[in-house]
Each structure stands twice: as structure tokens, then as C-alpha cells.
């Protein structure tokens, strides 16, 4: 269960919050949540030492907040150099900034048996984007020689669920020509 939250993060919280309360389409949402998300990712009194601890064998996922009603839920990644995540979909609309460092996300597109990369996007330091399901299959990886942090809010009860994850992709992948 997560911690109280710092007085900083408690006004990340309460700015996506407003965000999601004010309704709309989940792309309208996740773009207004996105826009929330970015004012906050250049404040280094975020997260603590223990929300910015990695684990030698994953990514590590740390709950900083579940809304009451499930609306959302706000995690902090944590990922050491080489850490990815399999190919996955997701539950809900999702927001991801990049707190420390920079990740890198290849999306894909189900065509039949298999995987088709789409597209490749590298998202540095204080960036903030969104994915809204369908057509949200994607693998998020640190190649950099450094820790990186993200900010992942959901529009789910990771609380409930667990995880944001959908469903897991284990299909061999085509190659095509990728857009940067």
C-alpha cells in the first residue's frame, strides 16, 4: 500500500486529479493528464530515496498513490541499465514521463500471428506522453548505461488489478521499416 505522499507528489495527485475529474474522451483525459504530469517531472523533491530504489533483477514498480474510487493509480519505474518490459497492451489510458534519464519504447501493431514495429520513440528527462488503448501494444526498455525513472499514472485500480497490463504479446516479430 502506497506511503503518505510527499507534499510535492500530493500536488502532482492533486493536478491530475483535476485532470481526470474534468471528463472527457480518455484521449482528452490522457492528454490532460500528460500535461499535468510534465509541470511536475523537473522537481527533484518527487520522489524519496526508498521510490527511486531499483532491484537488480527487474524493473521496480513502487505505488505512490490509488485514487479512492479507482479512477487512477501513479507509480514510479525504476529501471536499471538493460531492465525491459515484455510486449504488452493495457487496461486503460496510460501516462509516462520520464522522471531520471531516458527510456525507449518500440509501439507495435497486431497483424494476424504476428508483431509489426511501428514506431520507435526515445523519451528523455522531463517528457511526458500517453497511450490510450486500443492500438496500445508496446515494450519499454532502458538501454542507457544509467538508472532511469519513470512516472506512470493509469486510468485503473492498480490497487485491484495488480498491474496495468492487459495482455502480454509472445508473437514473433516482422520486420518493417520503423518511423523515429
Known amino acids: 500500500m502506497p506511503r503518505l505522499l510527499s507534499p510535492t507528489a500530493a500536488l ?3 493536478a491530475i486529479r483535476t485532470a481526470v475529474n474534468t471528463g472527457g474522451s480518455d484521449a482528452t483525459v490522457a492528454k490532460r493528464v500528460a500535461k499535468a504530469l510534465t509541470r511536475h517531472l523537473a522537481d527533484p ?4 530515496a526508498e521510490q527511486r530504489e531499483p532491484d537488480p533483477a527487474a524493473y521496480r514498480q513502487h505505488v505512490l498513490h490509488v485514487e479512492p474510487d479507482g ?13 525491459e518490459t515484455c510486449i504488452h497492451d493495457h487496461v486503460s489510458w496510460c501516462v509516462v514521463g520520464t522522471y531520471v534519464g531516458e527510456e525507449e519504447e518500440m509501439t507495435y501493431r497486431l497483424a494476424g500471428d504476428h508483431l509489426v514495429p511501428l514506431r520507435f520513440n526515445r523519451t528523455p528527462q522531463g517528457v511526458a506522453s500517453y497511450l490510450v488503448p486500443p492500438g496500445d501494444i508496446h515494450k519499454v526498455c532502458n538501454n542507457s548505461s544509467s538508472v532511469a525513472i519513470s512516472i506512470h499514472v493509469y486510468g485503473a485500480d492498480i490497487g485491484v488489478l495488480g498491474t496495468s497490463i492487459r495482455r502480454r504479446y509472445d508473437l514473433p516479430v ?6 523515429n
Do not use: E
Open 174 to 179: 516482422k520486420r518493417s521499416k520503423i518511423a
Open 45 to 48: 523533491q518527487l520522489l524519496d
Open 71 to 83: 479512477s487512477f493509480s501513479v507509480v514510479a519505474l525504476v529501471w536499471l541499465p538493460g531492465q
Open 12 to 14: 502532482l495527485v492533486s
